[in-house]
């Protein structure tokens, strides 16, 4: 989880960080992004399911939900595939009304 944190303030130091639904929450403008220590995975939740799409063409093997990651901490966290995920979520935006 530290290493996830680490990275996702790496691509937003000025990111707003705060506690959304009792887990560390990262936002930039309307995009967010959340870490959370669940019992057998860390997972990383976006702010929408399209953030995922390229992911999990990426990494079919990695279990996802509808808007999020499970990353098994026993296991090498592929850093440059989440990458576009945080991006993409991050930097998303909602239309103009």
Not at 35 to 49: D, E, M, V
Not at 69 to 89: F, G, H, Q, W, Y
Request: with cysteine; proline share 8%.
């Amino acid at each position: 989880m530290d290493e996830l944190h680490t990275f996702i303030m790496k691509l937003y130091p000025d990111a707003d960080t705060g506690l959304s639904w009792g887990m560390p929450t990262y936002r930039s403008g309307d995009g967010w992004v959340s870490i959370a220590n669940q019992k057998r995975y860390i997972s990383l939740y976006t702010c929408g399911a399209e953030h995922l799409a390229a992911f999990r063409k990426l990494q079919p093997g990695v279990r996802t939900g509808k808007g999020c990651i499970n990353l098994k901490p026993t296991e090498p966290l592929p850093l440059a595939d989440p990458e576009s995920v945080i991006r993409s979520a991050m930097e998303m935006r909602k239309p103009a009304k």
